[in-house]
């Protein structure tokens, strides 16, 4: 099994974190590298189960948007933490890793980024896009619920009641083992300076939504495309809605819709399924 290097690049001006699948090159030249990128108030970590898999054939990498996890939290949030930055940062980022062509897998926001790039800075080099639970438009509804809790993270005593609290929060995303539960608290925990737990993002983030309010609407983008897409649907996601599945099925690129049941928003990427799901499709 591949064991990722956790690796710092400055990109834009920003330090960003990402992990490594594969940095030492063990994979084959033909198989091209997977960026994976995660959702709004998550971290690259949990793209660690689907990584694992994809990492035998590709090297996989996986990064901290900024704001989150490891990376530089941004002091200029109004005009940093919004779709145009977070794509200036993949084109660096890969131009810095010496990337030339790659197969994008990003949830929720990871996946707005995709789409954005595969439209505009990295159009051409972006050669195959997967969508988890994200389109060219969102439901009002699901954005002021992910706000409300994103945008006042609460802070706990101990691992055990912020484990809980994802628990209850992140309950869309399916089934995950009890291992996971707790790698998904680790990963994304950070203490504040009276010693609580607190998931491990900058509040500020969420002002996204207040400065840049037509940031996830993206039709433009999305009937610009020109490369093969499969969009992932949480069966019962009230962020990606049918009628826009549907929409994303028949303009623009004509994705591939495939709908994962049992879930919400959004699928974890960590079931056989949707590993061979996934792995079919950047197979090409």
Known sequence: MTVPASRYLTCAGREVHFMDWDAAGRVGATAEPVIAWHGLARTGRDMDPIAARLSARHR???PDTIGRGLSQW???????????????????LLDQ???RSCLWLGTSMGGAIGLRAAAGALRGRIR????NDIGPELAAPAVDRIRTYAGSPPAFATMGELEAYFRTVYRPYGWLPDAQWRALAETSARRLPDGRLTPHYDPAMVLQFEHHPEDYLQWSAWDALDLPVLVLRGES?????PEVAEAMRTRGPRAVVATIPGCGHAPALNTPEQFALVERFLAG
């Open 60 to 62: 996989v990498i996986c």
């Open 97 to 99: 890793l010496g990337i």
């Open 237 to 241: 996601s009230d962020l990606l809605l």
């Open 128 to 131: 195959r896009l997967v969508l």
């Open 74 to 92: 941004s002091p200029d949030p109004a005009r940093e933490y919004c779709l145009a930055f977070y794509e200036r940062l993949a084109a660096e």
